[in-house]
């Protein structure tokens, strides 16, 4: 199904809510639910609910990340980190 699309995009992107998932994918919302709850199951994700609010109306969603991956860091100069002495 579209399970291992999610996981792909997750370990490509990172954290993100499952609404964000469905409208980068093109995936319907439940559809991208359900294999979010089967990779949780399999121990692949951490997921929990969170309720955000939007114009003053609350909705909730399922944030997700792999878990234990961490995304590689992205290329480029970083700025440097001063030393306290």
């Keep these: 199904m579209h399970t291992a699309q999610v996981f792909e995009y997750l370990k490509k992107h990172g954290q993100l809510l499952d609404s964000e998932i469905?409208?980068?994918?093109?995936?319907?919302?439940?559809?991208?639910?359900?294999?979010?709850?089967?990779?949780?199951?399999?121990?692949?994700?951490?997921?929990?609910?969170?309720?955000?609010?939007?114009?003053?109306?609350?909705?909730?969603?399922?944030q997700c990340r792999i878990f234990g991956y961490f995304p590689p860091a992205t290329p480029g100069r970083k700025p440097a980190t001063k030393v306290k002495d």
């Design 22 to 62: 469905a409208s980068a994918t093109g995936i319907e919302l439940e559809q991208v639910r359900i294999s979010i709850s089967q990779l949780s199951s399999q121990g692949e994700i951490s997921r929990c609910t969170v309720t955000s609010f939007k114009n003053g109306q609350p909705f909730e969603a399922i």
